[in-house]
T-cell receptor, first 118, second 114 residues
């Protein structure tokens, strides 16, 4: 089945530094990738939608200059948290849209990245 | 606008009890998809089911069953004879038919005690 590999699983960084999170589709081409953020005890909130080869579409309230998304190939999408601050500490999850054999779309998720900014 | 509501924030049951997790959704689309995911403490989302808006048949998979009622915009999930391993956060989600973004409910944290 469609697998998305997300790395790193955990990262601790110092305030003010940047962190890059990668999501790779291993056995399919991910034309569309979704990036979510989840704070403790809360739901998954969509941050942005990226399509291969074009600029990402950010949800309202998400700073596009702070959360840089690159989807330069059909198998790799990256999220860079720039100048990270403690309030950016969260669980970040990517999701790729996949087309099943029966036609309807499905979604496959990465395993998530737990970011802690100290 | 699309919206998913899971009114139950936390549920605690004793092993072997049956438990139903509620999900109510709002959408203006006539064609859409509904999902349930399980999120164990590890954080990884586990896909449980996808249902399209034209298929109102209830589904059973082992101890899991789903009741989709379009008339009440609900897609409830029942676990029969719950087990400790069922302890997790469960999310209901909605997407438009074209494969757009998933809208998640707030999640229900299920705790099954031995």
């Amino acid at each position: 089945g469609a697998v998305v590999s997300q790395h790193p699983s955990r990262v601790i960084c110092k305030s003010g530094t940047s962190v890059k999170i990668e999501c790779r589709s291993l056995d399919f081409q991910a034309t569309t990738m979704f990036w979510y953020r989840q704070f403790p005890k809360q739901s998954l909130m969509l941050m942005a939608t990226s399509n291969e080869g074009s600029k990402a579409t950010y949800e309202q309230g998400v700073e596009k200059d702070k959360f840089l998304i690159n989807h330069a190939s059909l198998t790799l999408s990256t999220l860079t948290v720039t100048s990270a601050h403690p309030e950016d500490s969260s669980f970040y999850i990517c999701s790729a849209r996949v087309r099943s054999d029966r036609g309807p779309y499905g979604y496959t998720f990465g395993s998530g990245t737990r970011l802690t900014v100290v | 606008a699309q919206k998913v509501t899971q009114a139950q924030t936390e549920i605690s049951v004793v092993e072997k009890e049956d438990v139903t997790l509620d999900c109510v959704y709002e959408t203006r689309d006539t064609t859409y998809y509904l999902f349930w995911y399980k999120q164990p403490p590890s954080g990884e989302l586990v896909f449980l089911i996808r249902r399209n808006s034209f298929d109102e048949q209830n589904e059973i998979s082992g101890r899991y069953s789903w009741n989709f009622q379009k008339s009440t915009s609900s897609f409830n999930f029942t676990i029969t004879a719950s087990q400790v391993v069922d302890s997790a956060v469960y999310f209901c989600a909605l997407s438009e038919a074209g494969g757009g973004k998933l809208i998640f409910g707030q999640g229900t944290e299920l705790s099954v005690k031995p």
